[in-house]
Structures are given as structure tokens and as C-alpha cells.
């Protein structure tokens, strides 16, 4: 299969043979989520896809934060990438240290569930030069989604009927993907999947990117309605779920897209296996359960609309959590650029945070 979407990165080596992945997948022109240039952090406006293709540029620290929490950078990963650059061009135009450390600050709390910006973030301020740190963190996470890809390609059976939930493909890390870039990886090995992808309401990531990017990667996408995840699971003999995340706790907890909980408890009702691909950043090893994960609660009128149309009584109540809290119990297994975890969590999710880090391994 040739792709349109993926590419090999000249000059690129992981520089470990036991890391290297068979069947690596990078960001081609096509799409470029993040890009620094001298003046400015250049994004992809997820929001106006699929329809436009088009390109913003934010400047300042209003810009910076406006692109994360509207959306038109999403994804943990690329969030944390966007950040690390946002907060390495604010130190190039700020002198004033406190203002400064204000802005870095805005930045870091944009979005409160997705570990992966505070921890990008965390990490540009630590370093003596922020823009090498953050190409840096550019670099690894092409690295990491190869490596994630690699270690995942053994869960995907050949025509395997994968479902799938929010958008976790390059867009979301500005690499190769989290969980679609496994299922990328299966289709690049001719394993043929063919994925289910719920529209995930309110603001329709799977309708609008995840089926995009499968259509560019040429892979056979059927897309659903959210409420019909459970008769699909029932009824098209759905062979796994995988799904990315935004916060896992130390006992496997694992935040992601409001409705992943509900695809959990389904999967496991119907004996079906479920995934959760992320990076190790993504691991909050400071907390010891999904409990302690802040749930960021989102503009009423996501939901009280629909495009930008009412749909509902303009006063009505409105419940609009961004996230749910799936428990580590459900989950079978977590894909990591280390490899793959399994079972007790308490154990297997320690052994990980006393790992290297992925970009000391790369040096």
C-alpha cells in the first residue's frame, strides 16, 4: 500500500536497533500539524476540517493559548509540541522574566486533563536553550509513534475490524499517531484493517479527522454514530477497540475523549479486547488514580448546537465534559514506545516510569 499521507524523514535513525520500527510512519508535506518558523508557530486549524486545508500563525500568548483551548490544536502530543514551541517564541520576544513565566504559565494551564502540555511545557522551561529543547521534543515524538507503531503491529490481526474513538492520528501528535498510527502501521504491512470510527460528539474529531486521515493513509473507514458503538460491537464482529489518551494514572485510570469509558465497558460485555496507545509522557506518575485527573468541562454551546445551528432550547442545561475516566481494570493493555504493558498496572506502570527517557535513548 502507498500511502499518501506517510513518508520516510531523510537523514532520520533512531539510532537504536532494538527500537528500530519495521514499519515507521512519519508526517509527509501533506499535513504538517506544528511548524516553527522565526516568527511565529505555524498550525494546522483542526477545526476546519475536513472541508479546508488551511494554515494560522499565532505570535503572542493569547494566540498561543486561543489555538489550544478552541481547538484548532488538539491531540495530547500535539498539544504538548505546540506548547514546548509557544513557550520557546515567547521567550524570544519577552524580556521581563515574571512576564515572561506569566505567559509560560497561560500556556501550561490552556488545557488541565492532557498531562503532555504541562509536561512539554515543564520541560522547554527547564532548559538553558527552549527552541533546541522543543525541536527536541518535535524530534521524539516522530520517534516515539514509529516506535509505538512497531510495538503494536502484533495486536492487529490480518483484516482485523478495529474500532476506534476521537482522532489518533498524526493531526493529534504531530508525528505519526498514537492509536491510529498503529492501525496506519497494520495497513503499511498489508494486514488490511478496516476501522470503525465513532464521530465522537460534540465536536466530531472522528467524523471529521479521524475518517480523513484513514481515506489519505488509503485504509477502509466505516463512520458511525457514537450511540452505535455497541451494536456495531455486536453485530459487525468488531475484533478490538484502541483508543489514545490524555492522562494515565499510576494504576492504569486512563483519561481520554468523553465516551472512551463507555467503549470500555462495552468491550469488555462482548470479550473484546481494548487498547490504549500513548507515550510515556502521557503517564502521570505522580498520581495514583483517575480520581486525582481534572476534568476540564467545555462551552455549553457545543452542545446546544450543532455547526454553529441550534439544536436544543438556547437555555437549557447543559453537561459537557470533555473527558471520562476509564478504570485500569478494563483496559487490556497499554502500547508505549517501551512496548507493550499488561496487567497489574501498579507494577508494569512503575517499572515504566523508572525507565529512561525516550530522548536520552535516542541520544
Known amino acids: ?43 494546522l486549524d483542526q477545526r476546519r476540517l475536513p472541508h479546508e486545508v488551511s494554515y494560522e500563525h499565532a505570535r503572542s500568548v493569547d494566540e498561543i493559548v486561543a489555538a489550544i483551548t478552541t481547538l484548532a490544536v488538539r491531540g495530547a502530543p500535539c498539544i504538548g509540541v505546540f506548547g514546548a514551541y509557544g513557550v520557546a517564541l515567547l521567550r524570544s520576544r519577552i524580556n521581563d522574566e515574571a512576564v515572561f513565566l506569566a505567559a509560560a504559565k497561560r500556556v501550561r494551564d490552556a488545557r488541565p486533563t492532557a498531562v503532555n502540555l504541562a509536561w512539554a511545557v515543564d520541560r522547554v522551561l527547564a532548559s538553558p536553550d527552549m527552541l533546541t529543547e522543543a525541536h527536541a521534543i518535535a524530534r521524539e515524538q516522530v520517534a516515539m509513534d514509529a516506535a509505538m507503531a512497531d510495538a503494536g503491529l502484533d495486536l492487529i490481526p490480518k483484516n482485523a475490524r478495529v474500532l476506534t474513538h476521537c482522532n489518533t492520528g498524526p493531526m493529534a501528535t504531530a508525528g505519526g499517531g498514537t492509536a491510529l498510527g498503529v492501525v496506519i502501521a497494520a495497513a503499511l504491512a498489508g494486514k488490511k484493517p478496516i476501522v470503525f470510527a465513532d464521530e465522537t460528539r460534540p465536536l466530531l474529531q472522528g467524523a471529521r479527522l479521524t475518517t480523513f486521515e484513514c481515506q489519505l493513509a488509503g485504509i477502509d473507514v466505516t463512520l458511525q454514530c457514537d450511540s452505535a458503538a455497541a451494536i456495531s460491537m455486536q453485530r459487525n464482529a468488531i475484533d478490538l477497540v484502541i483508543v489514545g489518551a490524555d492522562r494515565i494514572a499510576r494504576n492504569g485510570d486512563t ?96 517499572d515504566l516510569a523508572s525507565r529512561p527517557s525516550f530522548g536520552a535513548l535516542l541520544r
Do not use: C, W
Not at 21 to 34: C, E, I, T, W, Y
Not at 299 to 310: I, K, L, N, Q, T
Open 1 to 43: 500500500m502507498q500511502s499518501l499521507l506517510y513518508g520516510s524523514l531523510p537523514g532520520f535513525s533512531l539510532g537504536l536497533a532494538a527500537a528500530a520500527p519495521k514499519h515507521a510512519a512519519v508526517m509527509s508535506s501533506v499535513l504538517r500539524p506544528v511548524t516553527y518558523t522565526d516568527d511565529a508557530v505555524e498550525y
Open 255 to 350: 483519561a481520554n475523549k468523553i465516551g472512551t469509558y463507555g467503549l470500555a465497558v462495552l468491550a469488555a460485555h462482548h470479550g473484546i479486547p481494548f487498547y490504549v496507545a500513548a507515550p510515556r509522557s502521557t503517564f502521570d506518575f505522580a498520581i495514583a488514580s483517575g480520581d486525582e485527573i481534572p476534568i476540564e468541562e467545555r462551552a455549553a454551546s457545543e452542545v446546544r448546537e450543532f455547526a454553529g445551528v441550534a439544536s436544543a432550547p438556547s437555555d437549557v442545561a447543559v453537561y459537557n465534559p470533555a473527558f471520562d475516566v476509564t478504570p485500569g481494570h478494563l483496559v487490556t493493555a497499554f502500547i508505549t514506545e517501551y512496548g507493550v504493558l499488561r496487567g497489574p498496572y501498579a507494577q508494569s506502570i512503575a
